[in-house]
């Protein structure tokens, strides 16, 4: 009896010693795994043609955030010219973030002249070193068709071999690109690339899904035998079509079709991008380094995010939301504006419907809201996305009312 539970004793020892080193190594595993882990890393995109106050102010006060700023420098004009943007060096100098300059070629463009073009891309980087533009690197913005991309591969593959090995050569890749064998050549002649996930594909679909870009990220990671980088919206736009429903234009911040009355305004949700980012910092794909956002908000700005809810996104703060509804008397005792308010620190949406008291004989909605009469009273419809930024407010329309209607308003989205 003595030497079965001394036996007993011993083998609870030796397996309790046994399930104490699984546990030291398995932490020890997870600690090294986490001290591994490069941190994901964010660059902006600097996409103003024009370079005003605001958008100075924006890249001063935010660039503590940024790894890199990729700054469009040139596009190419439909005969194949490199056109210049004008930009303000100043503002790009000293310390901080690295400067990336981008080349946006047309992919409607037909062939050009690649010799010419390489000519013209490296003369107007040597010009911006001479202004004192420490450039580490150069991108290629070219949303070609697959059809196009062996030619693509072999121009990037020259244009490697006329930089410095200092210098990095990058481009934006489309997800168009994952079905097509040639994209292994496009990619082996880079250092790194920036898949966007984020276009007017399909108008009903929105500027972005974040479930779809999660499957197009995935597969481009499995491809991609180099760095890379997923771009990231931070904008709304203004969709136009034509009399056959074909996209005829697409507007972010620069007035393109003003006039058309065939038009839809698309929004990206702050939180689907978080939820997007939230699965990626969780499970990142082998080679994938960080953001590039496109493009860096100003306070000027109509249709993108505001500054503070991109910051927050990127430092991984909550998205605060706290929009009210207000009646507000006029010198009618019978009439009153109607308005929205987010008193939040981050963009929120207005509210969808907004369902008024039942003594309110007449309303009507301004802006993107509309009256409609519904279950015996008036309500206010939304009928287009929009984001209200912190601590604005927006008249959502008028309502005459037997009385003061506030504690009555219904948010009812």
Not at 114 to 120: K, V
Not at 219 to 235: C, E, I, Q
Not at 274 to 303: C, H, I, V
């Amino acid at each position: 009896m003595d030497f079965i539970t001394t036996s007993m004793h011993r083998t609870k020892i030796v397996i309790g010693c046994a399930f104490f080193a699984l546990g030291v190594f398995i932490l020890s595993g997870m600690a090294a795994t986490e001290k591994s882990r490069v941190p994901l890393e964010h660059d902006a995109y600097i996409w103003q043609r024009s370079w005003r106050p605001a958008l100075l102010e924006a890249i001063s006060t935010n660039k503590n955030l940024v790894r890199a700023w990729r700054v469009l420098a040139a596009q190419v004009s439909p005969t194949g010219k490199l056109l210049p943007v004008s930009i303000n060096p100043k503002a790009l100098e000293g310390s901080g973030p690295l400067l990336i300059m981008v080349v946006r070629i047309d992919g409607q463009l037909p062939n050009f002249d690649q010799l010419r073009l390489l000519d013209d891309v490296l003369a107007l980087h040597q010009q911006w070193r001479d202004q004192g533009l420490g450039v580490a690197g150069i991108e290629i913005d070219h949303d070609c068709g697959t059809a196009k991309l062996p030619g693509y591969a072999r121009f990037l593959a020259t244009l490697r071999s006329r930089l410095e090995r200092t210098t990095q050569l990058s481009i934006t890749a489309l997800p168009a690109w994952l079905a097509s064998s040639h994209l292994v050549d496009v990619l082996g002649a880079i250092d790194e690339s920036v898949l966007q996930v984020h276009s007017v594909q399909n108008p009903s679909n929105g500027l972005f899904d974040q479930v779809q870009a999660g499957r197009w990220i995935a597969d481009y990671g499995n491809k991609s035998p180099t760095v890379f980088r997923v771009a990231l919206p931070t904008y709304g736009s203004r969709i136009g079509f034509d009399d056959f429903g074909n996209v005829a234009f697409v507007e972010s911040e620069s007035t393109l079709g003003q006039g058309q009355t065939k038009a839809q305004e698309l929004i990206v949700a702050p939180e689907s991008v978080r939820q997007l980012m939230n699965s990626l910092n969780r499970d990142a794909p082998k080679n994938f380094r960080g953001y590039a956002w496109f493009r860096l908000p100003t306070n000027e700005d109509q249709r993108a995010w505001s500054i503070a809810t991109w910051r927050s996104l990127i430092q991984g703060k909550p998205l605060t939301q706290v929009v009210g509804l207000i009646a507000r008397p006029t010198s009618d005792p019978r009439l009153f504006d109607l308005v929205a308010r987010n008193d939040g620190e981050t963009d929120a949406s207005p509210p969808t419907r907004i369902k008024l008291a039942g003594n309110c004989s007449d309303a009507d909605g301004l802006g993107v809201y509309a009256a409609k009469e519904m279950e015996g009273r008036f309500w206010l419809v939304r009928n287009t996305p929009s984001l209200l930024h912190p601590q604005r407010e927006i008249n959502v329309g008028w309502a005459r009312c037997e009385e003061n209607p506030s504690k009555a308003l219904h948010d009812q989205s």
